[in-house]
């Protein structure tokens, strides 16, 4: 490893361990449960590799596995946290909870099957599953993610800071994971950890902006705000009055056009 890959590698350390040490210091799993275990996943991945490097070495044929191995877990984690994002938001709004909830299991289902019968007829296949798996999760997740933070806008849907912040740091870095990819099909092989680095300091900069989300307390959920007895007893009775109006309008308008 280079001098800048070391260094890159011992800053997202140093915040993985920062972050996973706040997600429990303010009780994130009981929030996000995903979310937590997430976090400790990426410091896991960390340790667990890192000791295969040290025993068998940076270019042994187990580290090669290990780190494939590792990637595709974190991947898989990836993939639940932007699910539990999307429900975090949709939740109060179980019409649309459900919408999205099938939209996500036949792209998930969808990826395996891909990403499966990419693995099956690759030499590598440990590399064509973990590769096509992450590729599609980049383009899916960020449009999930997107779109999930314009509707919280355009319908004023409360989003705490926290899955706000979770929210804009997976997109921000599946954006930068796609062209990432894209670049480093086309630049030459000597540009190659360039792009690494870039996709290296894109996830520390998400870790920030999830540390600094967790700075202070989090601020408890709002309730959903219902209509009383009263006010829906009346939007009630409005709704039935517009209703006997237009059903008028309409056997007025039959009688007109049979006479």
């Known amino acids: 490893m280079t001098t800048v ?3 890159l590698w011992a800053i997202g350390t140093a915040l993985k361990v920062l972050l996973c ?3 429990f210091y303010r009780g994130i799993y009981r929030r996000l449960p995903i979310f937590a275990s997430y976090t400790v996943l990426l410091l896991g991945e ?3 590799v890192w000791v295969i490097y040290r025993k068998y070495g940076y270019a042994s044929a ?3 596995y290990a780190y494939w ?3 595709g877990l974190v991947l898989f984690a990836r993939g639940a946290v932007v699910a539990e994002i999307c429900w975090s938001v949709f939740k109060d709004y ?5 919408f999205t909830r099938r939209i996500l299991i036949f792209l998930g289902g969808a990826l395996i099957l891909i990403a499966s019968v990419f693995a099956a007829f690759n030499r590598y296949w440990i590399v064509a599953l973990v590769e096509t798996s992450q590729r599609g999760l980049e383009f899916t997740g960020s449009v999930i993610l997107l779109m999930t933070f314009a509707f919280s806008v355009r319908y004023k849907a409360w989003m705490p800071e926290l899955e706000r912040a979770i929210l804009l740091g997976l997109a921000t870095y599946s954006v930068v994971e ?3 990819h894209t670049f480093m099909s086309l630049a030459p092989p000597t540009y190659l950890p360039l792009w690494d ?6 996830f520390d900069g998400a870790m920030i902006l999830w540390l600094y989300s967790l700075r202070k307390p989090l601020k408890s959920r709002p309730a959903p705000v219902l209509l009383s007895n009263q006010d829906a007893a009346e939007l009630l009775t409005q709704i039935l009055v517009e209703m006997r109006a237009l059903n008028d309008e309409i056997k007025h308008f039959s009688r007109v056009v049979w006479k």
């Open 5 to 7: 890959e070391q260094g």
């Open 21 to 23: 040490a706040a997600v």
């Open 46 to 48: 960390v340790v667990f």
């Open 62 to 64: 187990i580290a090669w």
């Open 69 to 71: 191995a590792a990637t």
């Open 94 to 98: 179980p019409g649309l909870w459900s």
């Open 178 to 180: 796609m062209l990432n």
């Open 197 to 202: 680095s870039i996709r290296i300091t894109a």
